[in-house]
């Protein structure tokens, strides 16, 4: 019989205020959870970062299986926007609201519980982990990777991982994750000379080098996509110059392009691609071009295999659907896990992530539960 209601659990998360990277009190009711039915919990904080790593079983057993998750969430925007409390983890005609319900406190739920009856039902021979973080939303930098710092620091390792992110574009069970497209920002500052509009020939103006920059950039076509990739993008998400002045040159323009890229590139061979192309413009115009770039993450993929092949049976047997093998979507902190053991993605439906009036079915919590219970049991079988 189930001991762990993830319903329950998911709104008692819910009501947890846990805005990156405030702690909100979700880790603190996890971690005294977690430590009543047996794990060894260690609250692993780094910065003004919380995170929590739990262990039932032994230390370095040779077969450990892992669950990742986060309990940050994103702020709420707008309060009058919401229709209820997006603290209130209100219960409506079967359907729980409010900021973080769908991603990502039903999924932390729905493998805590998991976890927690599938141990003391059924111990296992072996471990299973929980690493849960609270800054996956924001920089991401004193979140999951401070766990996996930990964890080597400390002889801890997870044979495999599953992050509990959301999945689904529509239907319980159609789609998992076994890699990510690779993501990067890049800041572009076009400098010439300011001047009156008027005499062209006393100004260098850097909004038509800027513009011809962006041009170049995004109708490169960088690939047609992979075996596991759709093709890569390059997104310009912005162009400034703040000039108020219908007569006056500027000497300034900026703009920001972000990438989603697949197997056939390196944030490093991109960046690269970007500076080739702005030294290019600037010796065109006359301008100097200044060039900053953030990796958020490389492309991964974990190849199909024992692991997915374990999930998507588990998620076939429980939902009667086979989950189709995707790479979509943005970053997850797969993309740190990977480097430590294979890892992949399955969770519920996304549709009302970061939104206003977030939400999430009781029903499916409880398919995910059953999901992630059903991956234990045949991993340990």
Request: with cysteine; hydrophobic share 40%.
């Amino acid at each position: 019989m189930d001991q762990i209601d993830p319903v329950e659990l998911t709104r008692e998360l819910v009501r947890c205020p846990s805005v990156t990277p405030e702690e909100g009190g979700a880790l603190d009711l996890l971690e005294a959870l977690l430590d009543t039915h047996g794990f060894d919990c260690t609250r692993v904080d780094r910065g003004d970062v919380s995170n929590l790593f739990a262990r039932w079983g032994g230390k370095g057993e040779a077969r450990t299986f892992g669950f990742n998750g986060h309990t940050d969430v994103v702020p709420i925007g707008n309060r009058d926007d919401w229709s209820v409390d997006p603290f209130g983890a209100e219960l409506r005609d079967g359907t729980i609201y409010g900021r973080g319900a769908a991603d990502m406190k039903s999924g932390v739920a729905a493998f805590a519980a998991a976890a927690i009856d599938f141990v003391s039902q059924t111990p296992p021979d072996g471990a299973v982990i929980l690493a849960i973080t609270g800054d996956e939303e924001g920089d991401a930098v004193d979140g999951t990777t401070a766990l996996l710092d930990w964890m080597a620091e400390n002889g801890e390792a997870m044979s495999h991982c599953l992050v509990g992110e959301p999945t689904c574009p529509t239907t319980m069970g159609e789609m998992m994750k076994i890699g990510r497209r690779g993501s990067m920002t890049a800041w572009f500052t076009v400098t010439g000379v300011q001047g009156h509009s008027a005499y062209l020939d006393r100004a260098r103006n850097p909004l038509p080098a800027m513009a011809r920059l962006m041009d170049r950039l995004s109708s490169h076509e960088l690939d047609t996509g992979t075996d596991h990739f759709d093709p890569s993008t390059l997104a310009v998400v912005t162009i400034d110059t703040g000039n108020p002045a219908n007569n006056v040159i500027p000497a300034e323009c900026r703009s920001t392009v972000n990438l989603r890229f697949n197997d056939l590139h390196s944030g490093a061979t991109l960046t690269e691609w970007m500076q080739s192309e702005a030294d290019r413009v600037a010796h065109e115009f006359g301008v100097s071009v200044d060039m900053k770039v953030k990796i958020s993450g490389e492309s991964f993929i974990t190849p199909p295999g024992e692991l997915s092949d374990l999930v998507a049976s588990s998620v076939e047997a429980v939902t009667g659907r086979r989950p189709e093998l995707s790479t979509t979507g943005g970053t997850s902190d797969a993309r740190f896990v990977k480097n430590h053991c294979p890892v992949v993605e399955f969770g519920l439906v996304g549709q009302t992530m970061h939104k206003v009036d977030e939400c999430v079915e009781v029903e499916h919590i409880r398919t995910l539960k059953s999901v992630y219970s059903r991956i234990l049991a045949d991993y340990f079988a």
